[in-house]
T-cell receptor
Framework: KNQVEQSPQSLIILEGKNCTLQ??????????LRWYKQDTGRGPVSLTI?????NTKSNGRYTATLDADTKQSSLHITASQLSDSASYIC???????????FGAGTILRVKS | DVKVTQSSRYLVKRTGEKVFLECVQD?????MFWYRQDPGLGLRLIYF???????EKGDIPEGYSVSREKKERFSLILESASTNQTSMYLC?????????????FGPGTRLTVL
């Protein structure tokens, strides 16, 4: 069964600190993996996309990694800001069309 | 910028009512999607459409129907709302490409069925 599991479910960190969110998947055949950020009361917005051949991709203070062998991805946030408080959703695409498998998300709260 | 708009941010309906949720996108995308989002669960696909008047069932179509009469507009219909349909509903659109298919989401409609 195609599944995406994220950990932790929720996380509280102090402003300025770093954090890492995890994503494990069993989607096959694999096409790509995206991390989305969803602010409260808004729809998800794509942060990064990674294909099978990529193992690191950065978008400002966000760095995503992908290990296609172990089927794991992480999202590292550097020097967190209050505006990073959101839900972060890992989404894996199977390579047979538009099928996306969504993780349940990690809720991040950054405190001052 | 791609813009996906949804007709209501919040909606309260009674059990048995017919409910219409509308979604409009302005980027000429072929694909449009309806999801529901519940706490602790990932987004679940209700229906999608890859062309006008075309629709495909997603993972949880029961109790829902859809309509796509124009390319830019995709409507979700709850024929007879029930309390277990209380949820956040998200609409999305994307280009008709096989891979790297970023979906652009609307702000969501939080529906409460009493």
């Amino acid at each position: 069964k195609n599944q995406v599991e994220q950990s932790p479910q929720s996380l509280i960190i102090l402003e300025g600190k770093n954090c890492t969110l995890q994503c494990n998947y069993t989607v096959s055949p694999f096409s790509n993996l995206r991390w989305y950020k969803q602010d409260t009361g808004r729809g998800p917005v794509s942060l990064t996309i990674m294909t099978f051949s990529e193992n690191t991709k950065s978008n400002g203070r966000y760095t995503a990694t992908l290990d296609a062998d172990t089927k794991q991805s992480s999202l590292h946030i550097t020097a967190s800001q209050l505006s990073d408080s959101a839900s972060y959703i890992c989404v894996v695409s199977a390579s047979y069309g538009n099928k996306l498998v969504f993780g349940a998300g990690t809720i991040l709260r950054v405190k001052s | 910028d791609v813009k996906v708009t949804q007709s209501s941010r919040y909606l309260v309906k009674r059990t048995g009512e017919k409910v219409f949720l509308e979604c409009v996108q302005d980027m000429d995308h072929e694909n449009m999607f309806w999801y529901r989002q519940d706490p602790g669960l990932g987004l679940r696909l209700i229906y999608f459409s890859y062309d006008v008047k075309m629709k495909e069932k997603g993972d949880i179509p029961e109790g829902y129907s859809v309509s796509r009469e124009k390319k830019e507009r995709f409507s979700l219909i709850l024929e007879s709302a029930s309390t277990n349909q209380t949820s956040m509903y998200l609409c999305a659109s994307s280009l008709l490409t096989r891979d790297y298919n970023e979906q652009f989401f609307g702000p969501g409609t939080r529906l409460t069925v009493l």
